[in-house]
């Protein structure tokens, strides 16, 4: 070995360290034996798609144009997830900044406070890296939505950009915000950003709570308050430019919205206020359909429910079930699959015993709706992952995080 | 299994070898990834690929066999479509506080300065150099001729040189 490799092979040496973990010999056979169940299966489903296969393409191209369809079924958990994050001490504090902005209702009511972050990064699922940045194209006086966030199918979310000045306007009862579709591209990357149609929202008191999309991108669907503590959803036809307006009662709280794959149901989560501040118990789970008709979100269908719960939901893309996470305080995180019907527990998806606090986030479906993001607090631990055979897998984490979609 | 009365049963044997031989492999595969968690990955996957073929793997030289299924394995990695992300940023976000300390600055400059061969160059760099095996083992792993291994050696050794991240390092050693 000469001189030089022995000096690059010290340097390299001095770089790699030691393996954070060991390997085990149990974990490699495990390996070994799914390997060998995947190659089983992947000869069986050969043969079988096979035999059908005639049918099956005809099957394809008859159902097409089928709403009911779920365009990324088969190609298994999203690739990227996008992440809005204040992002504080992580070395990027130069380009991730947090304001709070406070906007006033009219005629100086109780003031609605919110965070903004121009810190919404694209991760990808498999490995954590930030592969994408995505800013407001206005410029600086825009800002990201900390909850305006929703994925569609192909690697295309809406992102909510709100405009800053008119927030910190002393005496506003309005702000702007914009929507956008984010296209990525197969590395990650931010490929494209554009208007998305009919997508201005000037009414908001504060920020959005919450959006939804369809998977096709149609409907989109995004809750916020007019500014004197009522709090309104609308749904948005992205094609039309039309929007559905549902008004809430005088005093409400909704948060978690999720449209079926047709856009017809919506389904989110509120807490029907007993008076001022006593907004968060019970939570309930409703829907409203036809989601493009509008109306009063008072006459809201119930699916579940329970006092003393934090809940958070997630309609299936065909309407028949809902996925539930929620969490007991001193008992457990749970997230259970229930009967859209009847709110009746189909499955449990997953469950973790917990002593002490708990606080729910948020709970993210794909397009699929077949992968779950989960976030919550446990006991001042941030929980943050997604959903595989009753398993949490971590999420790479960012600093404070206020939402997540994929 | 069980019919060799000399050497430990390949079950054993392979035990023996992962208990051995685990970090040196996760060593490796880390200078070819960068991550520790995609480096477990590809260890365990090298190793999930050679266990079925032990009983003949150990009566040679199971840890070249390994490594060389490591490489390629790698190798296949590196074309599949997927692993074209491109990070867009050089820090992970859950830098420990000591961020800042040379040991990190190191490991930076290492995997930044890698990072900027190609997947043949930085193979045949960590498996000569890292690894110490010869060229005509390395030629061997990689299924390629032994001048072929030395002229990609040479073109990594003067891409590195080149590298500004390595040259605060390696000034007194006059890389």
Known sequence: ?406 | MGQDDVAPAPDTAFTQFVLGREQALQRTAWLLTGDWALAEDLVQTALARSWPRWERIRRDDPEFYVRRVLINTWLTWRRRRWRGELPFDPLPDSAAPGDLSAETSVRLAVRGALAGLTDRQRAVLVLRVFDDMTETAVAEALGCAVGTVKSTAAQALARLRKDPRLAGLMERETL
Not at chain 1, 181 to 193: E, I, K, N, P
Request: glycine share 12%; net charge positive.
């Open chain 1, 1 to 406: 070995m000469s001189e030089i490799d022995s000096q690059l092979r010290e340097l390299l040496e001095q770089a790699v360290g030691e393996p954070p973990r060991h390997i085990a010999v149990p974990a490699v056979r495990r390996r070994v034996i799914r390997r060998r169940i995947t190659d089983t299966a992947a000869a069986v489903i050969a043969v079988v798609a096979v035999a059908v296969g005639g049918t099956a393409v005809a099957a394809r191209f008859t159902n097409a144009s089928g709403a009911g369809a779920a365009p990324n079924a088969a190609q298994g958990s999203p690739r990227y997830y996008l992440q809005v994050t204040a992002n504080a001490g992580t070395g990027d504090a130069g380009r991730e900044v947090t304001a709070q902005v406070t906007a006033r209702g009219t005629g100086g009511r109780p003031a609605v406070t919110m965070t903004l972050s121009d810190a919404l990064l694209v991760r990808s699922s498999r490995t954590g890296a930030v592969t994408g940045r995505i800013g407001c194209p206005e410029g600086a006086g825009w800002w990201v939505d900390e909850t305006g966030i929703a994925a569609v199918i192909d690697r295309t979310f809406v992102v909510a950009c709100i405009e800053q000045p008119a927030a910190l306007k002393p005496d506003a009862d309005t702000t702007v915000e914009r929507l956008f579709w984010v296209r990525l591209a197969a590395s990650g990357r931010v490929a494209a950003m554009s208007p998305v149609p009919g997508g201005r929202i000037a009414r908001t008191g504060g920020g959005l709570t919450s959006m939804a999309a369809t998977p096709d991108g149609r409907e989109v669907a995004f809750a916020y308050s007019p500014g004197n503590g009522r709090m309104d959803v609308e749904v948005l036809n992205t094609v039309t430019g039309q929007r559905a307006l549902w008004r809430g009662p005088n005093l409400g709280d909704y948060w978690g919205l999720s449209l079926t794959s047709d856009g017809r149901e919506l389904v989110f989560t509120g807490a029907p206020c007993l008076g001022v501040g006593r907004c968060s118990s019970p939570a309930t789970i409703m829907a409203v359909s036809p989601a493009s008709r509008g109306g009063s979100l008072a006459s809201a269908q119930v699916i579940a429910g329970d006092e003393n719960l934090q809940t958070f939901a997630a309609v299936s893309p065909d309407g028949s079930t809902v996925t539930v996470l929620t969490a007991l305080p001193g008992g457990a995180l749970t997230v259970q699959r229930i009967w859209a019907r009847s709110g009746r527990v189909l499955q449990t998806l997953y469950s973790r015993p917990v002593t002490g606090t708990i606080t729910v986030g948020f709970l993210s479906a794909d397009p699929t709706g077949r992968y779950l993001i989960v976030n919550a607090t446990v006991a001042g631990h941030n929980v943050n992952g997604w959903l595989r055979n009753g398993r949490l897998i971590p999420l790479q984490l960012g600093g404070s995080l206020y939402s997540e979609a994929w």
